[in-house]
């Protein structure tokens, strides 16, 4: 059976964005997977150039977006942060990618904004499709991703990095992570999510402890704050990691796991009240679904699920 000319349109749209948004593709989301070498191995060699500020590959149903200013400590530039909004977007609306990892190349996840970069884009007009992509990291609940995101962090984790991090629904870092969020020492403020995220994810005290002082913290202290889900000993065992985990989340049904996020937003974004009262339209939709039944009938019949999004 073809495809849906409408999908195949917004995939050629979406593929022409990559490549406008200084995006790398090895083996693109937007097409099928290959046999995967070594993490290490493959995942360096698709930073192709200085120019590409970020770059995607797909591992079955599971995209990984990499950062790609290693030079500069991965800090976001205007160009950098618009293609990471490009290859989000690309996951968002390829309905055969279930799960995201995002992580950072080089020795460091990111150091975040590029302050003087973006000092001179001021007053410049945002790129023509920018009112068209999803917010990656959440700070505009109407085009937030609706699939789920983990993220790795390694090296330093520093500031709008750090807000991005906390944006994420699964976080797993390597044990030389080191994170900051110190723009107060700096006359600044962490204006990208971090007031709103980092107490709501560990607690008034442990977030203010850090965004009023400026210190920094590692692994042992996000993983005791429950910023973080899991540790481990290097960048490419956390993305190893992150690969088991977000394959078991492309197992799952897409439905029921869009369900379950668009529920847990909802519960943050207008309270328990509102989440409950929707929960039950959600839950039984459900019912009349395609995945629904194959869910049934792989219990009845011992074997794994394949569900369809349908």
């Known amino acids: 059976m073809s495809d849906d000319p409408v999908l195949v349109e917004r995939r050629a749209l979406l593929?022409?964005?990559?490549?406008?948004?200084?995006?790398?593709?090895?083996?693109?989301?937007?097409?099928?997977?290959?046999?995967?070498?070594?993490?290490?191995?493959?995942?360096?060699?698709?930073?192709?150039?200085?120019?590409?500020?970020?770059?995607?590959?797909?591992?079955?149903?599971?995209?990984?977006?990499?950062?790609?200013?290693?030079?500069?400590?991965?800090?976001?530039?205007?160009?950098?942060?618009?293609?990471?909004?490009?290859?989000?977007?690309?996951?968002?609306?390829?309905?055969?990618?279930?799960?995201?990892?995002?992580?950072?190349?080089?020795?460091?996840?990111?150091?975040?904004?590029?302050?003087?970069?973006?000092?001179?884009?001021?007053?410049?007009?945002?790129?023509?499709?920018?009112?068209?992509?999803?917010?990656y990291t959440g700070t505009n609940a109407k085009k937030r991703l609706t699939k789920p995101f983990i993220v790795v962090t390694h090296g330093d984790c520093w500031n709008a990095a750090h807000e991005l991090h906390l944006g994420a629904d699964i976080r797993i870092c390597s044990a030389d992570v080191r994170f900051g969020q110190d723009e107060n020492t700096h006359g600044r403020f962490p204006g990208g999510g971090s007031t709103v995220r980092f107490p709501r994810e560990v607690g008034w005290g442990n977030a203010m402890r850090y965004m009023l002082t400026g210190d920094h913290w590692g692994a042992q202290e996000a993983y005791r704050m429950g910023e973080v889900q899991e540790i481990a000993p290097t960048r490419d065992a956390a993305i190893e990691a992150a690969l088991r985990i977000a394959t078991k989340v492309a197992a799952c049904g897409p439905l029921g796991i869009k369900a379950t996020l668009e529920s847990a937003h909802l519960a943050i974004d207008s309270g328990e009240i509102e989440a409950f009262a929707q929960m039950g339209k959600a839950y039984n939709a459900l019912y009349s679904t395609r995945d629904f039944q194959e869910g049934r009938d792989a219990e009845a019949q011992n074997r794994p699920p394949v569900y369809v999004g349908k």
């Open 15 to 135: 593929k022409g964005a990559l490549v406008a948004a200084g995006v790398a593709s090895a083996t693109p989301a937007l097409a099928q997977s290959a046999a995967s070498p070594s993490i290490s191995a493959r995942l360096e060699d698709v930073a192709l150039s200085p120019n590409v500020r970020a770059t995607v590959e797909r591992r079955g149903q599971v995209v990984l977006i990499g950062i790609n200013r290693p030079e500069v400590y991965n800090r976001f530039d205007p160009e950098t942060q618009h293609a990471l909004a490009v290859a989000f977007t690309g996951y968002e609306h390829d309905d055969s990618l279930r799960c995201a990892i995002l992580f950072g190349h080089g020795p460091n996840f990111s150091r975040g904004i590029d302050v003087d970069a973006h000092k001179a884009t001021i007053g410049q007009a945002p790129p023509a499709n920018n009112e068209s992509l999803v917010s």
